[in-house]
C-alpha cells in the first residue's frame, strides 16, 4: 500500500519550467497510483480546497523572482488552509546555464525557505525541498543558453525530480545537497527580497516595449498568465500586476517585445551618482526621490514609443533583439491553458 493516497499539485509557470517540474511529479505520482489533482495558479479565482480523504502530499513549484517565490505564489501559499497531518514539498526553479560541460548552479534566495517557515508555523510536514536548476527564461538581461545546453539540462533536471519522487513517495524526506551547500549565499542576497516585491517587480513591470513589428495578435495579452497585459493605442501596455514571468516575451511570434531594462539601470546609475554628487544627499534618499521621478519618465516613453522612427531607434538599441526566445523543450503554448486535471 503506498505511503500517500492523494498527491495534490499547484504550480507557476511563465515559460514552462515550473510546469515541467509539476509535470513530472504528476506522472510519477500516477505512475504510484495516487489520487493526483493537478492546478495551475495561472487566473485561479475563488480557490476553495475540500480537505481530501487520506493522507495527501501537497507539492508546489514556482520559479524564482527576486529570490523569492513569484507574489502571486506567495499569496497562496499565504493563505493556503492547515491541513493536519498533510505533508509538502517545495520544488522552485532557478535561473541555471551551461558552459561546456560544466553546469553553474542559479540563485534562490529565500524561494524555498520562505514557503519552508509559512507551512512549517502551519504544522505541516516538510518532506522536500529541491531548488532546480532549469534553464534561465529571463532574457532581459542575458541571452539563453544554447537549445542543446537547455535540452540536456531540462533532462538532467528531470532524474532529479524522479529521484525525489522515489524518495518521498514512500515516506523519506529529499532535501537537496544545495539546498545547505549554498545557503550562505541565499541569506547574503535575501535582503533584497523586500527591495524586490515593493519595488523591484514594479520597476521591472515597465521595462518592456513593443516594437514597430508587432502585427497585433494579442497572443501576449491573451497568454498573460496573471492579466497584466493591455493594448492601448494599439500596442501592449504592461500594468502593475507584471509578475516579470517572461512569458510574453518569449512566446510572441514576431519577436517584437524588447526590453530597455538595461538603458534604465544605467540611467539609474549616472542619475543616483549625480545626485549624490550635487546634492551632498544620502545615496539612498537620492534612490527613492528617481524611483518616483522614473513614473513620468515611463509615461512620456509609452507616448512617444508610438512614433516609429523612436520605436525603430530603441529596437535597434535592445540587447533583447539581437539573441533568441526560450520556452522549455517539449513544453507548447497550448500547455498553458491546462489549469486543472483530476478531482
Partial sequence: MPYYQNLNIYYFSGTGNAYSAAKWIKENGEKEKLNVHFQSLEKLENFR???PEGKTLFAFTYPTHGFAAPWIMLKFL???????????????????SKIWKFYLPGMTGVAQWLSIFIFWFKGYSIRGSLPLDMPHSWISFSPPNLRRYCNQMVDRCHRI???????????????RYTVWTQLWFDIAVSWILPFYLFWGRFFLAKTLFSSYKCNHCRICEINCPVHAIEIRNGLPYWK????????CMNICPQKSIQSWVTRIALIFYFLTVAGVALTNWNMFVVFCVLTILIFPVYWIFIKIIHVKIINILFTYTSFTKLWNRYITPGVKLRDFKIHTEGE
Avoid at 161 to 175: A, E, L, P, S, T
Fill in 240 to 247: 502593475y500586476t507584471c509578475e516579470s514571468c517572461m512569458r
Fill in 78 to 96: 499565504w493563505n493556503f488552509p492547515r491541513i493536519p497531518g498533510s505533508d509538502v514539498l517545495f520544488v522552485n526553479t532557478k535561473a541555471g
Fill in 49 to 51: 480546497l475540500d480537505p
Fill in 161 to 175: 525530480v524522479n529521484k525525489m519522487c522515489d524518495n518521498v513517495f514512500i515516506g523519506k524526506r529529499y532535501f
